[in-house]
C-alpha cells in the first residue's frame, strides 16, 4: 500500500472524528443540527419525545463512528472477493451520502436563508477525502494466501 492510500484513509477517519465530536456536543446539550448545520426551527423539536433529541444525536454519532472504523477497517488486507465488494459497496456509500450532504447543505444554504454552507463545505471536503480513501482501498491488491505464494515460489 502507497502512503498516500494510508494517508487518505487515515485524513476520512479524522475528518469523520470531527463529525462525531460535533454530535457528541449537540447529544450533551439536548439541540438539534451540527456544527455549521443549517438553522433548526423551534417547532422541530415538537416532533421528538422528552430524551429523543439527544437520543437521536446519540445514534448519528455513533454511525459516524462507523464510517471511521469502515474507513480504518478498509487499510487491512482483505483477500475474500465478496468481502472486499463488500467493503468497496460501504465505502462508496459513505461517499454518496457525504457528497449529497454537501450538495444539498451548500445548494440550500445559497438558495435559502437557512444557513448550513459550513457544513455543507466540511461535507464536500469530506467527501472528497472518503473518495480518495475508496479508490486507494480498489488499487491496492489482496493479499494472497500464504500456500499460493508458497506453491508460485516452487515453480
Not at 469523520?16 to 455549521?36: E, M
Request: glycine letters at 10%; a positive charge; aromatic letters at 10%.
Amino acid at each position: 500500500m502507497t502512503t498516500t492510500g494510508r494517508w487518505t484513509a487515515w485524513a476520512a477517519a479524522s475528518w469523520t472524528l470531527l463529525y462525531v465530536a460535533s454530535k457528541i456536543h449537540f447529544a450533551l446539550t439536548d439541540r438539534l443540527s451540527v456544527t455549521g448545520g443549517p438553522h433548526v426551527a423551534p417547532e422541530s423539536y415538537l416532533k421528538y419525545g422528552p430524551g429523543e433529541v439527544a437520543r437521536a444525536q446519540w445514534a448519528n454519532a455513533a454511525s459516524g463512528l462507523f464510517v471511521a472504523a469502515l474507513v480504518l477497517a478498509s487499510l487491512v488486507p482483505i483477500r475474500r472477493p465478496f468481502l472486499r465488494r463488500a467493503m468497496a459497496a460501504l465505502l462508496w456509500l459513505c461517499t454518496a451520502v457525504a457528497a449529497a450532504g454537501g450538495i444539498g447543505m451548500t445548494g440550500g444554504a445559497l438558495l435559502t436563508d437557512r444557513g448550513g454552507a459550513l457544513f455543507g463545505g466540511y461535507c464536500a471536503v469530506w467527501a472528497v477525502l472518503l473518495c480518495l480513501a475508496t479508490l486507494s482501498f480498489h488499487r491496492r491488491r489482496p493479499v494472497p494466501h500464504a500456500a499460493a505464494i508458497m506453491e508460485h515460489i516452487s515453480r
